[in-house]
């Protein structure tokens, strides 16, 4: 007696005003950049810019980078009252310092323009020229500097959100000059700036599905366990995912259940098609990270019906499965098996010790799916013959439609001897 065990089954796979942000991509980050600017007016002035926050829907904002461009203009005027000659240096300069909220700075920059002017003993007219004064009308000098923050790590919370941040800027005129024991000096000084301020971040990227291959069709059978793999993963490691299903077939599982949140985060869709699932079935599922960043995956299951069959001798006997009758080549049939590519029985070896034991397998498959121009298709019988010392022979009889079938043996952790028959089908 020819006894029967199953193995484990697997699928197959077949088929000044405030400027706009700007983005660049480099390395895994991302850097969007914002600007505003306070125009040219006389120092002594109190001013503010106002830049949007880094939003979080984004990504994981990692540092940020400011910069403050100063520019002062007007005009420097010097005389010396000295009753000798002299040399004058004069440095045209204003202070702008960028603040936190708080007035915490931030970064300053000093545009600065120097001049070196001799001078004779005082001409006797305070005039800002001759020989004893000057005027340098016209200046314009220009400076800027840039921080990167963190440090403080307050920083990055402080930058992030809804809305606008206002930042104050102080402009506070800074120009000098020495060298004569009697001078004097005039200053006219107008400043202006720009703000820019840089975020860096890891990018938000949608999660993934890295199984099963979306878009993909599945085979299956009718009566053969399916198993697959359902997993997604988010980039971002802070990120977490969380899985649904849409409709499953009846009769269908999923190990664990969900939804379940992760990343990555798996389950395994597993279920065993009837006659009446005969066709294809799409399963889809959804990840959705916590930044509301979505991804989509379906794929289809083509359930059509595969069977060997376990007979003796040569013949034609027929059986009806379900609603179709089922032709074979063989005298007899004694049992059915329903099979995939990787699905299929094994049978134990008999250990005889005299005589000989003969059956035959075929393999015969309704798929009009796959094949809708030829859905009937079928091997050769394949006439096995069990020797004693458990050799096995096989040898190919009558005609084939598509299917390759052959014979292998294997020995189990047991020591136990088996035989299965596995197939191939053209263009699959």
Known sequence: MIRTMSIPRSTLAAFGALALGTVAFAQGSATTCFSDSIPLQSTNWNGTVSIPKFNPALGTLQSIQFTLSGNVQGTAKAESLDNGPTMVTTQFSANLTLTRPDNSVIVVTIPIANFNDSFTA??????????????????NASDSDTVTSPPPPSDLVLFTGA?????????????????????????????????????????????????????????ASAGVPFSIEI????????????????????????????PANGNPVCTTFTWTPTLADVGTTQICFTAVDNNNRTAACCFNIQTAECYQFLGRGAGSAGITIGNLFWQSQMGSIRNTFPVTMTDRPSLRVPM????QLNFSMQTL?????????????????????????????????????????????????NGDLYMTFPFTIDGM
């Open 122 to 139: 005082f001409d006797g007219v305070i005039d800002f020229a001759g020989t004893s004064g000057i005027t340098h009308p016209g200046i």
């Open 365 to 413: 498959m309704h798929n009009p799916q796959t094949f809708p121009t030829n859905a009937d298709q079928w091997s050769k019988r394949l006439r096995l013959t069990v020797l004693p010392g458990g050799l096995v022979q096989g040898e190919l009889f009558g005609s084939l439609n598509g299917i390759h079938q052959s014979l292998a043996t294997y020995t189990d952790a």
């Open 163 to 219: 809305g606008n941040i206002t930042l104050p800027v102080v402009a506070l005129g800074a120009s000098i000059a020495t060298g004569s024991g009697n001078l004097i000096t005039q200053f006219t000084t107008q400043a202006q700036c720009t703000v820019n301020v840089c975020y860096t971040y890891e990018p938000n990227t949608p999660p993934v599905f890295t199984a099963p291959t979306c878009g993909a069709t599945y085979m």
């Open 231 to 258: 997993c997604a993963a988010d980039s971002n490691t802070n990120s977490t995912v969380t899985l649904s299903s849409g409709a499953l077939p009846p009769g269908a599982t999923l190990t664990p259940t969900l």
């Open 352 to 355: 005889l010790t005299t005589g």
